[in-house]
């Protein structure tokens, strides 16, 4: 993510900062299930995949009977209090994303991470973050989407980079174009500083693997850029991933994070989202992102055909 990172992400591809379209039917409440069981809140990070899982969510819960809203927005921090409170009920989330948040948030910025790249490790770290945030985790997928980051490959030729380790034995400043929560994070400037020794000078809050965060780095404005492991407009933008050596990123499986006291009242939103757990792979939701982004295809539709295609509706 996650961003997913922690903040967890926009873009043209895996995670770019979604369009307004679906956004603001979301926000309008878009859904046609018939309500019998009541409505449910759902939100998230406003980029691609995330619309693309919110869809998913709310096709999954209207199929079950429920009327769903949903609201994305830019920051995690915005929709986990009202998670927390019981103003939002559901959110998609990532595992290492949100147990870095949840720690961070309830023990400090100086917190020991609690997160590993071992998806079982981190989710048993997570449970009782979350335990305490009044939020119950679901059935996470095998899908995962992890930051990274990325060069020109013009930069990457002239300076012989291949790793983020390369990128910090040259010694030279770095400007890196980011979301907005990347400053401080274990799995974005702070890892990338402290861990690697990179000379992060500035970050740049213009969204994770968005248009706008590929358009400063193609500019030389920046000289870094987070982007996701599911985005496939890397190569067609003209970067190059550089590899994450250190192993610096935790698990990011998708999961769901849900309300407990909403799902105390309403157990059987269990059952409808961790359908989704059993079937969703990192490919899957690769393509999905690609047919939104690159292809163009509405996110509503392509969450349709995904679920009824795997027989989920």
């Known amino acids: 993510m996650a961003l997913r990172g922690i903040g967890t992400v926009s873009l043209l591809v895996a ?62 921090d915005i929709y986990i209090q009202e998670l927390q409170s019981g103003d939002v009920d559901v959110a998609p989330e990532y595992v290492g994303a949100l147990a870095d948040f949840l720690n961070i948030t309830q023990n400090g910025e100086d917190a ?12 048993n770290a997570l449970k009782p973050l ?7 985790l679901l059935e ?10 990325a060069v020109t490959e013009e930069f ?7 790793t983020l380790s390369d990128l910090a034995e040259l010694g030279q400043p770095i400007v890196l174009a980011a979301a907005p929560d990347c400053e401080g994070r274990t799995d974005c400037e702070a890892g990338l500083s402290e861990e690697y020794g990179i000379d992060i000078t500035k970050v740049l809050p213009l969204g994770y693997g968005s248009p706008q965060a590929i358009d400063s780095v193609q500019k030389g404005e920046s000289q870094l850029v987070e982007v996701a492991t599911t985005q496939s407009n890397v190569a067609a933008e003209g970067l190059v991933v550089l590899e994450d050596d250190k192993n610096i990123q935790p698990a990011q499986n998708l999961i769901p994070a849900v309300n407990s006291d909403f799902l105390a009242d ?22 999905l ?21 795997n027989d989920l509706l």
Do not use: H, W
Request: one cysteine or more.
């Open 266 to 287: 309403n157990p059987d939103v269990a059952d409808a989202l961790n359908k989704l757990a059993d079937t969703l792979t990192t490919e899957d939701l690769t393509e």
């Open 15 to 76: 995670i770019a900062v979604v369009g307004a379209g679906c956004a603001n039917d979301a926000e309008n409440g878009g859904g046609t299930g018939s309500g019998d069981k009541g409505s449910v809140s759902l939100s998230g990070q406003n980029f691609t995949e995330m619309e693309i899982m919110a869809e998913m969510y709310s096709q999954l819960l209207e199929n079950e009977g429920y009327s769903v809203s949903t609201k994305l927005v830019d920051t995690r």
């Open 130 to 136: 979350a335990d305490k945030a009044n939020i119950t």
């Open 289 to 309: 992102n690609t047919k939104v982004d690159l292809e163009r295809a509405d996110p509503a539709e392509v969450a349709k055909q995904y679920l009824e295609d």
């Open 112 to 123: 020991e991470p609690v997160t590993s790249p071992d998806p079982t490790e981190t989710l």
């Open 140 to 149: 996470p997928a095998e899908a995962s989407d992890q930051n990274a980051f």
């Open 156 to 162: 990457a030729q002239q300076n012989d980079v291949a």
